[in-house]
């Protein structure tokens, strides 16, 4: 099993940048892709990045490409997302989630879908004010 822990969310203005981090204790982290998804009140969870287990792959929704950056840091078993020039509709609870992976990594379709991963933090929220 694996525990998630987000944080570093919290009230920012339009145009500034927040970091989140994604602590993930239990089993081996380098066998897990990781995941970012949000959810904004009244709609559905949707995605926002993803990374393979490797680190060397990276996919993000086409609503954050070139704002957000996500990485992850082996040592410290934690998947981090960087928010650049963030919005008010970046409003949202964020989340973290893994996916037990054994082979190769997969593509965008498969890491947007939340529905493939295995485990998810409780979320933090972010808000961004105009």
């Known amino acids: 099993q694996v525990q998630l822990v987000e944080s570093g969310g919290g009230l920012v203005l339009a145009g500034v940048s927040l970091r989140l981090s994604c602590l993930a204790s239990?089993?081996?982290?380098?066998?897990?892709?990781m995941g970012w998804f949000r959810q904004a009140p009244g709609k559905e969870r949707e995605f926002v990045a993803a990374?393979?287990?490797?680190?060397?792959?990276?996919y993000y929704a086409d609503s954050v490409k070139g704002r957000f950056t996500i990485s992850r840091d082996s040592a410290k078993n934690t998947v981090n997302l960087q928010m650049n020039s963030m919005k008010p509709d970046d409003t949202a609870v964020y989340y973290c989630?893994?996916?037990?992976?054994?082979?190769?990594?997969?593509?965008?379709?498969?890491?947007?879908?939340?529905?493939?991963?295995?485990?998810w933090g409780q979320g933090t929220q972010v808000t961004v004010s105009s």
């Open positions: 989630a893994a996916d037990y992976e054994e082979g190769p990594a997969y593509s965008i379709r498969y890491y947007s879908n939340p529905q493939n991963y295995d485990y």
């Open positions: 990374i393979s287990r490797s680190g060397d792959r990276t």
């Open positions: 239990g089993r081996t982290f380098s066998r897990w892709a």
